[in-house]
């Protein structure tokens, strides 16, 4: 990958969304204003390895080589990326599984990548599969493929975060929430889990429930009260969860 873009934004010195987030910048960051074309406007740098990494870091991307083929499942924009991607690191044997796309040749032949229906798909052995596709297709999509290529590697390109909040981690309620967690995370997902800290009288945290947390290894974020409705404890909630949200599964 190439060193730093600039980009030049608005002639007001606006704050951006990380700030606004108050959330440290992955790769786009503002580096203050500079004269452009006679006029003063934001300047940011974008930093295409970070961006990657924020995109396909929970992907093995070295260990792809090992596959005859690589097939993207889902011709649509992350997917492309992810092609380019591969493409530019030296991966050759990446194909895209389109069912709509590969059935019109007009976008096979002015694609960079073969773009092939399910169904038309040549011999997978030692294949790898990647989900580009909207999350609510994973589970119909590899029953699909394990149902033809039972050996294959099947992998997803978008980790799915979910945050479970409640009032406490109490009881059978309590329970739900962990177990609702737990398959989160089981499905691929980033699954946290976010609470009121301190007890009030007849509501508290079962120890059992926070040790379950633990044990699975699923984020926590304690906060004030979830319990209070009023507006600014909801907003102080909000600001407080920003940020706190990991960006890998652990």
Known sequence: MKGPTFFMGLRENLPSEY???????????KVGMEKFHG??????????RKFFESLFSHL?????????????????ERGIILGKYLANLGHN????????????????ESSDFEISTFDDLD????????????????????????LKYPDSEILKIDRSKILH????????????????????KAKGGVATVGFTKKSVKGYCNYPKHIDALKKAQINQIELPTTFDRKPSKIIGNCQITTGKIPRKSS
């Not at 700030?19 to 960051?29: D, F, G, N, R």
């Not at 044997?93 to 096979?108: E, H, L, M, P, T």
């Not at 599969?129 to 297709?137: E, G, K, N, W």
Request: aromatic share 14%; net charge positive.
């Open 19 to 29: 700030e606004l987030k108050q959330v440290a910048p992955t790769y786009l960051k």
């Open 39 to 48: 006029e003063y406007r934001e300047k940011f740098v974008f930093n295409s």
């Open 60 to 76: 093995p991307i070295q260990n792809l080589k090992q596959y005859t083929k690589v097939c993207i499942f889902g011709y649509n």
């Open 93 to 108: 044997n990446i194909k895209f599984v389109d069912n709509y796309f590969g059935q019109n040749k007009n976008y096979s």
């Open 123 to 146: 011999s997978c052995m030692n294949s790898c599969f990647i989900l580009a596709m909207s999350s609510h297709h994973w589970n119909s999509t590899t029953e699909q493929i394990l």
């Open 165 to 184: 909040l409640t009032t406490y981690l109490q009881g059978g309620a309590g329970k739900v929430v962990l177990d609702l967690a737990k398959r989160s």
